[in-house]
């Protein structure tokens, strides 16, 4: 019996190999190794496919973030509202930023943040409100940039689970004042190592986000102000432009493997992920829920089916985060996502057999 992954990305690679080889050989060959012209052709060519007037290369997304929310001089004293069911890396920017965290319970249907728990969460300290886009699905947006224009606070959405995503018709990271993104190499739009980037419209952030990515020179050798390391490099930049002319296409096949999966599974007591109507999901994960989580996750590996958790314990539960600063109350939807949320194989790559053999595999779960 063949093991089904969750994600291949040798069969990415193998996809795509004769393009990648030469631009990987091309920047050996230049020479130029960082802040090149592939760093800058890149930054042109995501900040197009954002929708935005700018893109900054940085050297993770967990940077991104922390970049962008110090580009908006936000700093120790300030509050960010954030999901608790995220990725780690969304809670530990704001802090290595200075901020705190003041984390939010989500809605189960798109795992965005509660609009009603944002408002709720707002104080004299906040300055901005962190929408993440998780699994690819866009935060239902309009009432969080409501609230963020009545009060007077900043958004910066974490796109790094939403490369190409459309909410209401437009780009997720092109709503707010900043978005981050990720190209850890399992993202959608993924490097062969780390690397993030920064978009936004204003040109003010813009330009000293590429001051603060390199130790605050305007002029080389010169610091203007405090900055830090965080570049994307020459090699990432080239695999990613190789990879972004590639990126529509395959988020249409994860779209095309969602409805599939859809409708094999609509017979099953699993609960399904939306596919909100005006908006486009790109399947960063496909993600179902069920009460007896940890025994079809465990059922589906011994019929080599291979599933992920993402994530298993909501971060203001975890070791490191529970017990820093103010005492939080419970999460009521978070915790329960953390709990039932389990997501299946999903990449482009995959085959038709492969998703109905993951069907099968569920159906005979449920025949026990
Ligand atoms: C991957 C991810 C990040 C962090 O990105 P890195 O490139 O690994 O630093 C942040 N937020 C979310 C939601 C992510 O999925």
Same mark, same amino acid.
């Given at each position: 019996?063949?093991?089904?992954?969750?994600?291949?990305?040798?069969?990415?690679?193998?996809?795509?190999?004769?393009?990648?080889?030469?631009?990987?050989?091309?920047?050996?060959?230049?020479?130029?190794?960082?802040?090149?012209?592939?760093?800058?052709? %890149?930054?042109?060519?995501?900040?197009?496919?954002?929708?935005?007037?700018?893109?900054?290369?940085?050297?993770?997304?967990?940077?991104?973030?922390?970049? $962008?929310?110090? =580009?908006?001089?936000?700093?120790? !004293?300030?509050?960010?509202?954030?999901?608790?069911?995220?990725?780690?890396?969304?809670?530990?920017?704001?802090?290595?930023? !200075?901020?705190?965290?003041? %984390?939010?319970?989500?809605?189960?249907?798109?795992?965005?943040?509660?609009?009603?728990?944002? =408002?709720?969460?707002?104080?004299?300290?906040? &300055?901005?409100?962190?929408?993440?886009?998780?699994? !690819?699905?866009?935060?239902? /947006?309009?009432?969080?940039?409501?609230?963020?224009?009545?009060?007077? /606070?900043?958004?910066?959405?974490?796109?790094?689970?939403?490369?190409?995503?459309?909410?209401?018709?437009?780009?997720?990271?092109?709503?707010?004042?900043?978005?981050? %993104?990720?190209?850890?190499?399992?993202?959608?739009? @993924?490097?062969?190592?780390?690397?993030?980037?920064?978009?936004?419209?204003?040109?003010?952030?813009?330009?000293?986000?590429?001051?603060?990515?390199?130790? @605050?020179?305007?002029? &080389?050798?010169?610091?203007?102000?405090?900055?830090?390391?965080? &570049?994307?490099?020459? /090699?990432?930049?080239?695999?990613?432009?190789?990879?972004?002319?590639?990126?529509?296409?395959?988020?249409?096949?994860? &779209?095309?493997?969602?409805?599939?999966?859809?409708?094999? /599974?609509?017979?099953?007591?699993?609960?399904?992920?939306?596919?909100?109507?005006?908006?486009?999901?790109?399947?960063?994960?496909?993600?179902?829920?069920?009460?007896?989580?940890?025994?079809l996750?465990?059922y589906l590996?011994s019929q !080599?089916v291979?599933?992920?958790?993402?994530?298993?314990?909501?971060?203001?539960?975890?070791?490191?985060?529970?017990? =820093?600063? $103010?005492?939080?109350?419970?999460?009521?939807?978070?915790?329960? $996502?953390?709990?039932?949320?389990? =997501?299946?194989?999903? %990449?482009?790559?995959?085959?038709?057999?492969?998703?109905?053999q993951v069907c099968r595999s569920i159906m005979s779960f449920y025949a026990l």
């Amino acid at each position: 019996m063949e093991m089904i992954p969750v994600v291949d990305l040798q069969k990415q690679y193998h996809s795509i190999r004769a393009e990648l080889d030469e631009a990987i050989a091309g920047v050996i060959e230049s020479g130029t190794y960082i802040l090149g012209r592939e760093v800058t052709e %890149f930054e042109n060519e995501f900040a197009r496919y954002c929708e935005t007037g700018h893109a900054i290369g940085v050297a993770s997304g967990t940077d991104a973030i922390e970049l $962008a929310l110090r =580009s908006c001089d936000i700093s120790a !004293g300030d509050e960010v509202i954030v999901p608790s069911h995220t990725a780690v890396a969304t809670v530990a920017a704001v802090e290595r930023a !200075g901020a705190k965290p003041v %984390f939010v319970d989500i809605e189960l249907d798109r795992f965005g943040m509660d609009p009603q728990a944002v =408002s709720a969460s707002i104080t004299s300290q906040t &300055r901005c409100i962190m929408p993440v886009h998780l699994y !690819g699905c866009p935060v239902d /947006l309009k009432p969080i940039l409501e609230l963020a224009r009545s009060n007077h /606070l900043l958004i910066v959405e974490d796109c790094s689970q939403a490369h190409g995503a459309l909410y209401q018709g437009r780009k997720v990271g092109a709503w707010g004042d900043a978005a981050a %993104f990720s190209f850890y190499p399992t993202k959608n739009l @993924g490097a062969g190592g780390d690397g993030g980037a920064v978009v936004t419209n204003n040109p003010a952030l813009a330009e000293k986000i590429q001051l603060l990515r390199q130790y @605050g020179w305007k002029e &080389r050798y010169i610091s203007s102000v405090k900055g830090m390391n965080s &570049r994307l490099d020459e /090699l990432q930049a080239a695999i990613l432009r190789v990879k972004l002319r590639h990126l529509d296409a395959w988020n249409a096949q994860r &779209r095309e493997h969602a409805n599939l999966y859809l409708e094999l /599974l609509k017979n099953t007591e699993l609960m399904l992920p939306v596919q909100p109507k005006e908006d486009q999901h790109v399947f960063h994960q496909f993600v179902v829920r069920h009460s007896r989580r940890d025994a079809l996750q465990q059922y589906l590996r011994s019929q !080599g089916v291979q599933t992920s958790i993402l994530y298993p314990v909501p971060v203001h539960l975890q070791p490191a985060y529970k017990t =820093s600063g $103010a005492q939080v109350d419970p999460l009521p939807q978070s915790e329960r $996502a953390a709990r039932e949320v389990l =997501s299946l194989p999903m %990449f482009p790559e995959m085959t038709l057999a492969q998703i109905r053999q993951v069907c099968r595999s569920i159906m005979s779960f449920y025949a026990l």
